[in-house]
C-alpha cells in the first residue's frame, strides 16, 4: 500500500448483543470510514486459529449486488490476510481515511497487529442486566453464566489494551441509543474526525454500507420491504424473537432507540444479575471511563 494511502484502523468490540452493529453503521456512515463489520470471517488463517470452518460469501447488506464485496475480493481475503482487504478499501475510494473492524475474539486482533497495528479500540458495554436479557433472548443460559461470561469478555479487552498499548473509548449502549449525536460527536473526536449528521440516520447512507455480519435484527433498518419481510417471516426469526421481537422492530424501524425491554424481565431474575458482584463492578469500572463524562 503506498505511504500516502495508509489507513488508520480502530476496532470496535465489545460484548455480543451490545450495540458493536449499529455503531457499526453508524460509523460507515460516515464519508471518511470505511466499517467492515466482522470480516474477520473471511479470512482463512483467522478461521483456522479458532477452529472455525464457516466463510462469508456476501456482503449482508447489499448481498449478490454489491459493488465492493465481489468475489474476486471475498477470494483475496479467503485465501491472503487482512493487507488484501486494506488495499481493496484504499482503492475504492479515496475518501476513506479510516477503517473501522468489528471483532470479538482477540485473535483477531493480533493478526491484524502484524500488519496494520489498531490505533486504538472503541468498546461497546451495556448494563449486565440489559446484556442478561439479550443473551438470554438468543442463546438461553443462567444468570450465573451470563454474569461470567461478562465479566471475561471485558477483561479479555482490557488484558488486550494493556498488552497493546492500546487506548480504547469504552461507549455505554444507552448513551448511543438516547444520545446518538454527542456520542458520536465524542467518538469522533476521538479518532480525529469531524462528526457528521447522517451518522445518526445511517440507513440514508446504505449506499456506503458494506459490513459482513452481526446482529440481524440491526440490518432490518436497511433492507428494503421485501427482504425485511422474509426475514421477520424466516424460522430463525419466529424462534429467536417470537411475536413480540417482530412488534418491537416494525414500531422503532430506522429509529434509534433504547432497547430496555430487560426491564420487563421476572424480578429474581434481574435482582440476581444485579447481584453479581464481579459483574456489577466491571461495569462500574466501564462507565468511569465512558466516552461521554
Known sequence: MPKSRELRIFGVTGSAFSGTTLLNF????????????QAHQLFRCYRDAIGECRSVDMCSVHQESCDFWTKSVLAQCEQHDVMALH???????EMISVVV???????????LREKVPLEGLIVLFKRPVAYYCSRKAHVGGT???AAAKYVSRYREIRDLSEAQGLPIAPVFYEDLTTKPRETLGALCAWMGLSYEPVMTTPWEAADRLHTIGGNA???LHLWDENKRERMLN?????????????????????RIRLDDRWKSLPPEEIGGM??????R?????????RTLP
Not at 481493496?88 to 475510494?93: E, K, L, M, N, P
Not at 424466516?234 to 430506522?254: D, K, M, Q, T
Not at 463492578?281 to 471511563?289: D, I, N, P, S, V
Request: overall charge positive; glycine content about 6%; proline content about 1%.
Open 143 to 145: 444468570v450465573e453464566k
Open 26 to 37: 453508524m460509523l460507515g456512515a460516515h464519508r471518511r470510514v470505511f466499517a467492515t463489520g
Open 217 to 219: 435484527g440491526t440490518y
Open 274 to 279: 444485579e447481584a453479581c458482584v464481579e459483574a
Open 281 to 289: 463492578e466491571m461495569f462500574e469500572l466501564l462507565m468511569a471511563r
Open 87 to 93: 488495499k481493496h478499501i484504499a482503492a475504492f475510494s
Open 234 to 254: 424466516s424460522a430463525y426469526w419466529r424462534e429467536v424473537h417470537g411475536e413480540r421481537g417482530r412488534v418491537w422492530i416494525l414500531e422503532n424501524l430506522r
Open 101 to 111: 473492524p468489528s471483532f470479538q475474539f482477540k485473535v483477531y486482533a493480533e493478526l
